[in-house]
C-alpha cells in the first residue's frame, strides 16, 4: 500500500507575546513512506514536535506544503482525513497525559476502531485483544483507567493504540524517552519488529541519538527549526557534515563508547 | 427619610398690631440657648468629648449644595435667629424647641415697621471660624449666594417672603441691615425660616477669596472647606464616609461649647449604632430602629427621647391621579382600613403618637380640631365604603416603600394584613430610596408610605408643604380648589397665630382630612439613643442635632 | 502530575459515596427540602404572610421560631420560604453551571485562534473579567431595576451575576486540557472537533464548575438577601430566607437572634443538602 507523506519547503511561524513572530519550522523538505524507518532527532524547540504535529494533520503549515499520496493534508475533507489516520497513527510521547484519565484504556483503543475500522463494539474488542496480546499486554488491564497502569505498560498501550488500525506509517514523537533503559529496548525491539513485519514504516523523533540511531534506517538532524543533515544512518554518523551533529554524536561517543 | 420642604406659596400670614408691638420691642437681652438649657451640666467642663453614631447621610455642608445630610454643617454655621430649647416633659435632660419663638443669634435683635413690612436686624459681634467678625455684607453676599447658586434649596424654600434679596435686603451699616417682605402676614413663617437652615450667614471675607470667575461665590471651595461659618464648632478632621470631627469654638458668639470635641462616626448597620450606645462606644446613635430604642431603653444608662410633638409623621399617600385613589370614598375606606394603633404599637414600640387625624400640629396658638373625621380602624365602615365606591368585592393596590426604612415598611406590612379585612389587596413594592423619591415625585405608583416632617413649622407651611400644586412635595397629586381657596382666605388674615386664622385653618385641615390624599398615621419621636451621660438632646424642627445644647453629666 | 495524584483520592470518594445506604444518606436532607417545598405552605401553622402577632416575641409555645419585628411567624415563613429559595437557588445555579460551562468552554477552545472567532472569544473573556470586577450587587440592581422584581427576573439577574465565575473556572481548565496530549491523540483516532470537545475538553474541565455548583446555589440566596436589603429583591412579606436574614440581622445585634438565626440555619442546611447532592452528582465521573 502506497503511503508517502510529502513536506515541501515548510514554514511554521507562532507568533509571540507583543506580535513578536517567531519560526519553529523553516523550509523543512521530508519524504515520509512506508518504506523506511525515518529518524528525527534534535534538541528540544529545534522544531522536530511542530514537524511531528503537522506529518499528522493537527497543525499546518504558515507556508510550503504537507501532502498526504498528493492531497495538502490542511485542506483534506473529513473522509480523506479518516483514510489518512488509518494509514498514519502516532505513538505519543507522555503517556501520562496521552489517556483521558476519566475513560478506560480500552475506551481510549476503541476509538481509532470505531472512528477508522468502523468496526462494531465487539469486532473492535475482538482487535484490541488481538493487539494487546501481540504486545504481552493482559487485556484485563484494558479496564483500568491510565493511572492505574504502569508506565511501561500504558506505554504498550499507546503503541497498541496506534497498531489496532494496522497503520502503514508509524510516527512515534519521544516514544521511550520517559522510560527505563530496559524497557525502552523492549519496546524498540517490539516496533522494529512490527515494521518488519508488516512492511511499516516508522517515523521516529527523539531528543536521544542512541534509540534513534538504533531503530532507524535514515536520519534527519534538526536544529533551529532546519534540517541541517540527512542521509543513512551510518554516514550521518560517521561522516558527519555539520557541527551541531558532531556534537550530538560526540555526546553519543562518550555515552556509548563507540570508537571513532 | 427627612426632607426640607419647599412649600411653594407658603405661608400668607398677617400679625396682630399687639403682636407684631411685642415683637418690635422685644431686645433679646436674655440669652436664651446656652445658659438656660442644661441646669444639670455641671461636669461638662474642659476638654469634654462625645461620640455620635450616624449612618452615612451624605454630608453637605451648605444648603447651597444640594441635599445632603446637613448635621455637621448646621453645627459649623449660626443663623440669624434661634428657636429656643424648653424642656420636655419626659425630663432626663431632653429638650425641644419652642418653635413659635424666636430669638437672637448672629441677629441680637430686631424692630418691625409699623406696617409689618420691613425688619431692621442688628447684628451681635460673632467671630467666623476664619476670625472675621460678621458684618451686614456678610448677610447680603450669604443671600446672594444662596439664591444665585444653581441647585441651591434656599430659594424654593424662602418664597415667597423672600424671592429676590438684591431688593429686598438692604445695608444700613456694618451692622444693621433691613429685609423687606412683601406682606405682612407672611413674618411668622419668615422668621421661622431664619431660624432654620436658611437663616445660615456665611463668612464672605473668608469666602470671597476663594471666588474663581467659574465659581463667582465659592461653592466648590466650601464644600471642601468647610470652617467658614459664625457657628460653635469647626471642622478639625474630615474622612467622607468615615468620620468627621468636630472643635468647640471658644469664642462663639453664644459663649463656649461645654462639648469641646465631637466625634462622628460613620456606622452603617442601625443595630451596630444602638450597641455602641449601649456599650459606651458612642454616646449618640442615630437613626435607631423602634425596636432598640423601645428595647434599650429600659436601660437606666440610655434615653430614648420623647417630646410633646414630634413633627416627623409616618403617612400614607394616596395618589388621586389614577385608580382606585381617585374615588374619594375609597381613599376615605383607607383611612378606615389603616390600623393605627397597631402601628403604633407593633411597629414603633410606644414611640409614637397619633393626636388625631391631621397633620398640623396641636400646640399652635389658635389651633382646633373641630368637626375632623373620625378615622380610626374600622375595617367594617371601610368595606361599605368600599361597596359605595363600586368594589363591593374589594379592590387592590401597590403600595411603594423605600427600602432604606426597616420601620415603614414594617408598618406596610401591618397595614397589607390588617386593610385585607376592609377588602384591600395591597402589592407591598420595596424599592431603593432613589428609585422611591422618583416615584413619589413623580406619582407612578398608587400609593406611598414614608416618614417625613415639615421643617419649618407654621400652620400655612404645613398645610401647603404636601398640597402646593403641580409641587413636587404633592405625593398624592391632589388638587381640591375649596381647600386651595380656604388656605388663600387663611393667609389674608393679620396674624398667623391668631384665633381667627386658626379658625381658617381648621377648615382647610378639615377638607385636607374629609378629602383624605393622604393618610397621616401618627407623630414619631426622634429615631435617637442618647447616653444618660449627656444631656441637652433637644428636638429641632429640622431635625438635626445642635451640638452647642449638649453637656455631660459627671460619673 | 497533579491529577494523576489527586485521581486515586476522588475514586475513593466515588466508591463510598456509591455505597448504597451511605448513598441514600446524602440525599434524605435534600428529600425532606423538596418535601418541605411541596408541602411547606399546608404544614404551615400561621399564615406566613401576616401580622399574626405582636412583634418580636421570642421563641415559645405558640411560635415555635418566635415572631419577627413586624410580627410575623417566623418558623411559618421559614418553612414556607423553602419553595422560594429551591426554585431560586435551583434555576440559578443550573442556569449559571450550565451557561457557564458552555461560555468557558467556547471561550477556552477558541480564544487562542486568529480571525473574528478569536477575537470574539478573547472579547468575551475581557467581558467575563470585567462583569466579575463589578459588584455582583449591582449587577444585580441595575438588571431587576429593569426587569422589574420577580422570581424569573431575581433568577435570570442572580445568574447574570454567578456565572462570569462559573464560566472562568471553565475557561481556565479548558486552556489546561487543550494541551493535553489525549485531545492530540483522540484526534489521531478519528475524533471530530465536536466529540472530542464532548468526550474529553467538556468532562476534564467542568469539574471546577460543578463542585463550585453548591457555593454558587448559597451565594445565589445571600445575593437575594443583599439584593432585598436594598429593596429590590421579592415584594415583601413575601418569605425568602435572605430577606428574613436581612431584616432580622440588626435586630440580632440587639439579642433578638431568632428572627435571623432560623431562617440561616435552613439556609445553612440547604446548602449542605445540595451540596450533597453536588457530590453525589459530579462528585466523580
Given at each position: 500500500m502506497s503511503a508517502t507523506i510529502q513536506f515541501t519547503d515548510v514554514r511554521r511561524v507562532f507568533r509571540g507575546r507583543g506580535g513578536a513572530e517567531h519560526a519553529a519550522v523553516d523550509g523543512v523538505d521530508l519524504l515520509v513512506d512506508s518504506s523506511t524507518r525515518l529518524g528525527i532527532v534534535g534538541e528540544s524547540g529545534s522544531g522536530k514536535s511542530t514537524v511531528v504535529r503537522m506529518m499528522l494533520g493537527l497543525d499546518h503549515p504558515t507556508a510550503g506544503s504537507v501532502e498526504f499520496d498528493g492531497v495538502p493534508l490542511a485542506s483534506m475533507s473529513a473522509p480523506a482525513l479518516r483514510a489518512f489516520r488509518r494509514q498514519v497513527q502516532l505513538v505519543a510521547q507522555d503517556t501520562s497525559s496521552s489517556f483521558d484519565p476519566r475513560r478506560t484504556l480500552r475506551d481510549a483503543l476503541r476509538k481509532p476502531c470505531h472512528n477508522l475500522l468502523e468496526l462494531d463494539t465487539a469486532a473492535a474488542d475482538a482487535a484490541i485483544d488481538r493487539t494487546l496480546e501481540a504486545l504481552s499486554l493482559d487485556p484485563a488491564l484494558a479496564a483500568r483507567k491510565p493511572h492505574q497502569v504502569s508506565g511501561g505498560q500504558r506505554q504498550r498501550f499507546s503503541i497498541a493504540r496506534a497498531l489496532v488500525v494496522e497503520p502503514t506509517v508509524i510516527v512515534c514523537d519521544e516514544a521511550v524517552s520517559a522510560l527505563d533503559v530496559s524497557v525502552q529496548g523492549s519496546v524498540l525491539n517490539l516496533l522494529k519488529e512490527h515494521c518488519e513485519n508488516h512492511d511499516a514504516g516508522l517515523v521516529f523523533v527523539s531528543h536521544g541519538l542512541p534509540a534513534t540511531a538504533f531503530i532507524s534506517e535514515e536520519l534527519v538532524v534538526m536544529y533551529q527549526g532546519r534540517v541541517v543533515e540527512r542521509g543513512p544512518v551510518g554516514r550521518v554518523l560517521f561522516e558527519t557534515e555539520h557541527p551541531y551533529t558532531q556534537t550530538l554524536v560526540d555526546a553519543y561517543r562518550v555515552t556509548e563508547g563507540v570508537p571513532s | 427619610m427627612s426632607a426640607l420642604r419647599s412649600p411653594g406659596g407658603t405661608g400668607r400670614w398677617r400679625r396682630s398690631r399687639a403682636a407684631l408691638a411685642l415683637a418690635a420691642v422685644t431686645a433679646f437681652a436674655v440669652a436664651c440657648s446656652s445658659s438656660a438649657n442644661n441646669p444639670g451640666t455641671a461636669a461638662g467642663g474642659d476638654g469634654a468629648s462625645m461620640t455620635i453614631v450616624t449612618p452615612d447621610t451624605g454630608i453637605t455642608w451648605t444648603l447651597d449644595d444640594g441635599f445632603g445630610g446637613f448635621e455637621p454643617g448646621k453645627n459649623v454655621q449660626a443663623t440669624l435667629l434661634r428657636k429656643p430649647f424648653v424642656d420636655s416633659p419626659q425630663g432626663r435632660g431632653v429638650q425641644q424647641q419652642d418653635v413659635y419663638n424666636y430669638g437672637p443669634y448672629l441677629a441680637s435683635s430686631y424692630e418691625v415697621s409699623p406696617d409689618g413690612l420691613t425688619y431692621t436686624f442688628h447684628l451681635s459681634n460673632a467671630i467666623s471660624a476664619s476670625g472675621n467678625e460678621i458684618t451686614s455684607d456678610d448677610v447680603l453676599w450669604s443671600y446672594e449666594r444662596k439664591f444665585g447658586t444653581p441647585g441651591s434649596l434656599a430659594a424654593g424654600i424662602m418664597a415667597p417672603s423672600l424671592t429676590d434679596p438684591a431688593q429686598q435686603i438692604k445695608k444700613i451699616d456694618d451692622k444693621t441691615f433691613t429685609i423687606t417682605i412683601p406682606q405682612a402676614g407672611l413674618g411668622t413663617t419668615f422668621l421661622a425660616l431664619l431660624s432654620d437652615l436658611c437663616g445660615q450667614i456665611y463668612d464672605s471675607t473668608e469666602l470671597k477669596k476663594h471666588v474663581t470667575p467659574d465659581d463667582p461665590y465659592a461653592v466648590k471651595w466650601s464644600a471642601q472647606n468647610p470652617n467658614y461659618g459664625f457657628g460653635p464648632y469647626e471642622v478639625t478632621d474630615y474622612k467622607p464616609g468615615q468620620s468627621v470631627t468636630m472643635t468647640a469654638r471658644d469664642d462663639f458668639v453664644l459663649g463656649p461649647p461645654k462639648v469641646k470635641t465631637i466625634n462622628i462616626r460613620i456606622v452603617p448597620d442601625p443595630g451596630t449604632r444602638a450597641n455602641a450606645v449601649k456599650n459606651g462606644d458612642a454616646d449618640l446613635a442615630e437613626n435607631v430602629t423602634p425596636a432598640d430604642s423601645a428595647t434599650l431603653s429600659q436601660d437606666p444608662n440610655l434615653i430614648a427621647p420623647q417630646v410633646s410633638n414630634p413633627n416627623t409623621y409616618i403617612m400614607m399617600p394616596l395618589?388621586?391621579?389614577?385608580?382606585?385613589?381617585?374615588n374619594t370614598l375609597v381613599r376615605q375606606a383607607m383611612a378606615y382600613a389603616t390600623p393605627y394603633q397597631q402601628i403604633i404599637d407593633n411597629v414603633y414600640r410606644g414611640l409614637a403618637q397619633r393626636k388625631g387625624p391631621g397633620f398640623l400640629l396641636d400646640d399652635a396658638p389658635g389651633y382646633s380640631n373641630a368637626g375632623f373625621p373620625d378615622y380610626t380602624y374600622d375595617p367594617a365602615k371601610a368595606k361599605a365604603l368600599l361597596a359605595q365606591a363600586g368594589f363591593p368585592n374589594g379592590v387592590g393596590f401597590t403600595l411603594a416603600v423605600s427600602a432604606a426604612e426597616p420601620d415603614v415598611r414594617e408598618a406596610a406590612i401591618q397595614i397589607q394584613t390588617q386593610a385585607k379585612a376592609a377588602g384591600f389587596d395591597i402589592t407591598i413594592d420595596e424599592m431603593p430610596a432613589s428609585e422611591f423619591a422618583q416615584q413619589r415625585t413623580n406619582h407612578t405608583s398608587q400609593a406611598f408610605i414614608l416618614r417625613d416632617y415639615a421643617i419649618t413649622l407654621t400652620p400655612p407651611y404645613e398645610l401647603l408643604v404636601y398640597t402646593a400644586p403641580n409641587g413636587a412635595n404633592n405625593f398624592a397629586d391632589w388638587y381640591y380648589k375649596p381647600f386651595q381657596d380656604a388656605l388663600a382666605y387663611g393667609n389674608t388674615l393679620p396674624d398667623a397665630l391668631s384665633d381667627q386664622a386658626g379658625q381658617a385653618w381648621n377648615s382647610a385641615e378639615k377638607m385636607y382630612l374629609d378629602e383624605a390624599p393622604i393618610v397621616f398615621i401618627g407623630q414619631v419621636q426622634p429615631n435617637v439613643l442618647v447616653s444618660s451621660r449627656i444631656t441637652g438632646y433637644a428636638w429641632t424642627s429640622d431635625n438635626w442635632i445642635d451640638y452647642f445644647n449638649f453637656g455631660t453629666v459627671s460619673p | 502530575m497533579a491529577l494523576a495524584l489527586d485521581t486515586p483520592d476522588r475514586d475513593t470518594r466515588r466508591r463510598r459515596t456509591r455505597r448504597p445506604g451511605i448513598a441514600s444518606v446524602t440525599l434524605v436532607p435534600a428529600a425532606i427540602l423538596v418535601l418541605l417545598a411541596v408541602l411547606g405552605p399546608v404544614l404551615v401553622p400561621f399564615s406566613p404572610i401576616d401580622v399574626v402577632d405582636r412583634p418580636d416575641l421570642p421563641p415559645g409555645g405558640a411560635h415555635w421560631f418566635g415572631t419577627d419585628s413586624a410580627g410575623m411567624d417566623v418558623f411559618s415563613r421559614t418553612i414556607a420560604a423553602t419553595r422560594n429559595n429551591l426554585l431560586i437557588g435551583l434555576i440559578t445555579t443550573v442556569l449559571a453551571t450550565s451557561l457557564g460551562i458552555l461560555i468557558g468552554l467556547v471561550v477556552g477552545m477558541n480564544e487562542?485562534?486568529?480571525?473574528p472567532v478569536g477575537t470574539l472569544a478573547r472579547g468575551v473573556s475581557r467581558a467575563l473579567d470585567l462583569v466579575q470586577a463589578v459588584p455582583a450587587i449591582i449587577i444585580g440592581l441595575v438588571l431587576i431595576a429593569f426587569f422589574g422584581a420577580s422570581i424569573p427576573s431575581l433568577t435570570v439577574a442572580l445568574t447574570v451575576c454567578l456565572l462570569p465565575n462559573q464560566a472562568r473556572l471553565v475557561r481556565a481548565e479548558v486552556l489546561r486540557v487543550r494541551g493535553e496530549a489525549y485531545l492530540d491523540a483522540a484526534r489521531v483516532s478519528g475524533d471530530s472537533e465536536l466529540v472530542l470537545i464532548a468526550k474529553h475538553v467538556l468532562p476534564n474541565s467542568s469539574w471546577p464548575a460543578l463542585e463550585n455548583a453548591s457555593l454558587v446555589f448559597g451565594s445565589a440566596i445571600v445575593l437575594t438577601a443583599g439584593l432585598g436589603f436594598l429593596g429590590?429583591?421579592?415584594?415583601?412579606?413575601?418569605?425568602?430566607w435572605g430577606s428574613m436574614i436581612a431584616i432580622g440581622a440588626p435586630g440580632a445585634a440587639s439579642g433578638r437572634w431568632w428572627s435571623a438565626l432560623f431562617p440561616a440555619v435552613a439556609l445553612a442546611l440547604t446548602v449542605f443538602a445540595v451540596s450533597g447532592v453536588g457530590r453525589r452528582l459530579f462528585g466523580d465521573d
Open positions: - | 395618589v388621586t391621579n389614577k385608580a382606585p385613589f381617585d | 487562542s485562534r486568529r480571525g429590590v429583591g421579592l415584594h415583601p412579606p413575601t418569605p425568602e
